[in-house]
């Protein structure tokens, strides 16, 4: 099954699952959601997914609390989220053992089939913790 990232090159914790995923060998399909957000139908397939759209759901530098989201209900968030893609929170990645937030960055094995090389590092030089 390939390997899908639903990417921010800007955030350091997506990078870090990006790099994970290329040292377990795989060259995922990359999706950088803030160029190309996912339509509503798969908003709500991957919020379902990974608990809910809340959970889904990115506050911190987003506007999250100018549109009323923290008590909104789901369907209000994910059509705030198609709208405003900058809510999705990241990185997300679709593997072959499951769906996952990959925050922290070394969530991303937990839905990836290889194993990361003993000598990996991740951007700020520290090991993975796995």
Same mark, same amino acid.
């Not at 995922?28 to 709500?44: F, N, V, W």
């Given at each position: 099954m390939p390997v899908t990232i639903w990417h921010n090159p800007k955030c350091g914790t997506s990078r870090n699952a990006l790099a994970m995923i290329r040292?377990?060998?795989?060259?995922?399909?990359?999706?950088?959601?803030?160029?190309?957000?996912?339509?509503?139908?798969? *908003? #709500? %397939?991957?919020?379902?997914?990974v608990g809910g759209a809340r959970a889904l759901m990115r506050t911190s530098g987003t506007p999250a609390a100018e549109l009323g989201l923290e008590t909104a209900d789901d369907a209000t968030i994910l059509a705030a989220m198609a709208e405003h893609p900058i809510l999705i929170n990241r990185p997300i990645v679709i593997g072959p053992r499951g769906t996952v *937030? #990959? %925050?922290?960055?070394?969530?991303?094995?937990?839905?990836?089939?290889?194993?990361l090389p003993p000598d990996f590092r991740k951007e700020d030089g520290k090991p993975a913790a796995h």
């Open positions: 040292a377990t060998g795989v060259e995922p399909q990359i999706i950088e959601y803030l160029r190309t957000p996912p339509d509503a139908e798969t *908003l #709500a %397939r991957v919020a379902g997914l *937030l #990959a %925050r922290p960055s070394e969530r991303v094995l937990d839905v990836l089939d290889g194993t």
